[in-house]
């Protein structure tokens, strides 16, 4: 008879162990009931060990590579390789015993094994034995790594660890059970993925290469944002248009999300999540939930339902989600169903509860990151909403963001965050974490190593020591370069922590290299560490660490010099030459580390190839006259980049950061046409000079790939200070197209606490809304139209203490108004004024006008 793979592999692991081990195989055990006092246990000295180590003859897999992981490393720590034996027969000698065995229940018949969670353990000493059991799968394992940690083993990064030299080891008297504080512990970064690092550091996540060796993991299937995978628009929408989110009027099926509230979009997704448990056994948690974009259905049942909780957009979502996983839970009462509470869906609703099946991730994506949460202004919206979350769940998971996602290389001081946020969550009840951070190809995330390890610990205990951990890291990592290293932590930690420890400055997960915790002063300091450590690191791997990190400031140093200058008629940075050669190096310096992306999910070859194409001069005019300089760029767009107030010497026109995507294709004034309103893309198009120009005026077209040709004509005021446009679009194709024109102007004030929108409603009521709300996220976006429209003009006060902004327009033009505003490092509020939406024929054409003028502030 042909014997089983299973057998097989656990004789050739018995073979191994016992022909690797001491030799010390005896038939027979002699188990002692005393009560008396526990001595210390001696499991070697002077090298050399009377133990060994057992484990049950059908010890899962977990288990037999948790008695290899212990006699590897007690080896090294000790010099003496324990032997590993099976309780298939009695053995005689002192024994480190791993899970459920014979042997354990005759010394500890009190440990139940049932009332250990899958990751729970006990260590205990019984006579001169010593017990590491834990529940299944995981729970024995992660004994081990517990005793080798609290021996002093570390393993810092795949390549970087800590085994004491110990020829004489003791361990003192133990009875513990222990248990992870969170259930799920998932850090994404491409550098926490390593299946030996990732089990020794007792990770669990989706995103780990764990297998059955390791006891396996808490798997996903999908991951996230999984509406349009449930009901793919191409296969339903055409024949189903209800079965999509209504938004604006229109049943949208890109770019948005599903009709929550549709009786057959309830029976297709049970259908579907029961043929992925089908297909995908593997996982634990299947996801049903909302697409990374805004459109939720705004048809009368989800309004309706939404009303009923409280206004809250996660209502439809949570009934939804509770529905399907009622439904999924009758067959496989195993089986977890996830959805987020992200964006527009975070705050909770008031009625529905999760049912015991359901996770909910809710995702602090608006925080500053710099703070502790609860100490932070611009956070304590989202403390209200865990706490909320906390009252009515007690099985909530958090998608913590632990990078820059717009520049993965920006130094990111988020360790004070970290430490003060992991008990918080924990006090809340959360029991899963998901730390997103940099997961391209080939990693290279700011810090990824140190962060990755500091979060394991945290996952492991919250209430971890962050910043001894931090040293013992570096200690390991950078050798003697580590106390300049951690001077360099510091410092970066400076710039952020609140008064009077440090700068106070914020930091967001989107900010751009110009933010302003990334001063040249504080470059320069840097620079000045990063040189100390790198010609103190003692040999080349800990030199090339320095470098790696040196990579970050280097970064940032590059985009702050390809700021675009205006000078002798051409608008550009100042030294084309110097810039490409600097470029190219940043290149191959992130190569020669094996990074892809400097960016979330844009490779450098598209960076390189967007180099090529915007870094350049381009042609610029002046308007000017005794009030106004303003300067237009015909190629970017027909762009006003520069407003200046000659009266007070102000700049009232946003000047883009260098790290922004399309720089310096953006911000500004500018005209804009898109097929709609809301969730829709701007049609591309090539922009050229008109003409000759005057001091006072400049006409600009523009074409479409699509066949959209504008015309543009930008002019000053004669009888005040302030700038005409006049924008025409016309269909030159042949076939029609929906078109919506947009005017748009971004103005940078100087404090967004201070500044406010001021119009009158065209029924004659005034209003005057201030920019930022205290306690809430200082970001966001109002829409006006109808009754609300604004009677003409919208008002922009704060924008210096000298001048406001107004954008005046004829009323017949405007079917909306907006306002934008984001106060996370760049302090910009959008203006922009909206024609009606058209479905211009070939041949049609429409119109938009919009005067922005200058205002000095009454005193």
Known sequence: MKESSKTSNRRKFLKSALLAGTGLVANRIAVSSTKAPLPTLTLAKEGKSDYSILVAEAAPPSEEHAALELQKFLEEITGARLAIVTDAEEAMGKL????????????????????????????????????????????????????????????????????????????????????????????????????????????????????????????????????YRILPPKQYFHDHPEYYALVDGTRRGDDAQLCLTNPEVLQLTVQTVLRWINEHPEASIYSVSQNDTQGWCECENCQRVEEEEGGAHSGPILRFVNAVATEVGKTHPDKLIDTLAYWYSEPPPTKVRPVPNVRVRLCPIGVCEAHPYEHCEYSQYFVEHLRAWGRITNQLYIWHYVTNFSHYLLPFPDFDELAADFPLYKKNGVVGIFLEGDGAPGG?????????????????????????????????????????????????????????????????????PGAPYLSEEFLAQATALLNEAESTAA????????????????????????????????????????????????????????????????????????????????????????ALRVIVVPELKGRIISIIDKASGAEVVRHPDPGERTFPDTSGAAVYAAADYVQAKTYDSTWQLEGTPTTQEVRLSGTSPEGLKFQRAIRLLTDKPGVHTE????????????????????????????????????????????????????????????????????????????????????????????????????????LAVWSPKRTLAPGDSMKLEADYEIRKVRG
């Open 96 to 227: 480190v015993l791993l899970g459920d065995s014979k042997a354990m229940r005759k010394l500890a018949p009190d440990i139940t094994f049932d009332k250990l969670g899958g990751e729970d353990f006990v260590l205990r000493t019984a006579g001169d034995h010593l017990i590491i059991a834990g529940g299944k799968p995981r729970g024995t394992m992660y004994g081990v790594y517990g005793l080798l940690d609290r021996l002093g083993c570390r393993w810092f990064t795949p390549e970087v660890s800590v085994i004491p030299n110990k020829p004489t080891l003791s361990v003192y008297p133990l009875n513990e059970t222990h248990r992870p504080a969170f259930e799920y512990r998932d850090p994404r970064f491409t550098e926490a993925v390593d299946k030996d690092w990732s089990a020794r550091n007792r990770l669990n996540g989706s995103n780990q290469k764990l297998d059955e060796s390791t006891g396996g993991k808490i798997s996903y299937f999908p991951f996230v944002h999984s509406f």
């Open 444 to 512: 290279g995330g700011e810090n990824a190593e140190l962060r990755s390890y500091v979060m394991a610990r945290l996952l492991w205990d919250p209430n971890t020591n962050v910043s001894k951990t931090v040293d013992e890291f570096m200690a390991a990592y950078y050798g003697k370069a580590a106390r300049t290293m951690r001077a360099y932590f510091d410092l970066q930690h400076h710039q952020v922590r609140l008064a009077p420890r440090g700068e106070g400055n914020h930091m967001w997960i989107f900010n751009h």
């Open 727 to 830: 924008t025409t679009l016309e269909n030159s194709g042949n076939t029609p197209l929906d078109a919506v024109l947009s005017a748009r102007f971004d103005a940078p004030p100087m404090d967004l606490a201070r500044s406010a929108i001021s119009f009158r409603y065209q029924a004659g009521k005034t209003a005057r809304k201030p920019v930022l709300t205290p306690g809430q996220e200082p970001t966001g976006t109002d829409w006006y139209a109808d009754s609300d429209l604004p009677d003409g003009e919208l008002t922009l006060t704060g924008v210096t203490e000298a001048v406001s902004v107004t954008v005046s327009f004829p009323k017949e033009q405007v079917a909306r108004c907006s306002t934008q505003w984001n106060g996370k490092g760049d302090r910009r509020v959008t």
């Open 539 to 626: 040999d080349d791997a800990t030199r090339r660490r320095v470098q790696r990190a040196r990579l970050s400031i280097d970064y940032v140093k590059f985009s702050h010099s390809k700021v675009f200058l205006v000078r002798d008629g051409w608008y550009g940075p100042s030294n084309p030459e110097h810039l490409q050669v600097d470029f190219k190096k940043i290149v191959a310096d992130a190569r020669s580390f094996g990074i892809t992306e400097f960016h979330e999910s844009r490779r450098i070859e598209e960076d390189e190839e967007a180099f090529a194409k915007l870094i350049k001069p381009y042609p610029a005019v002046t308007l000017e006259n005794s």
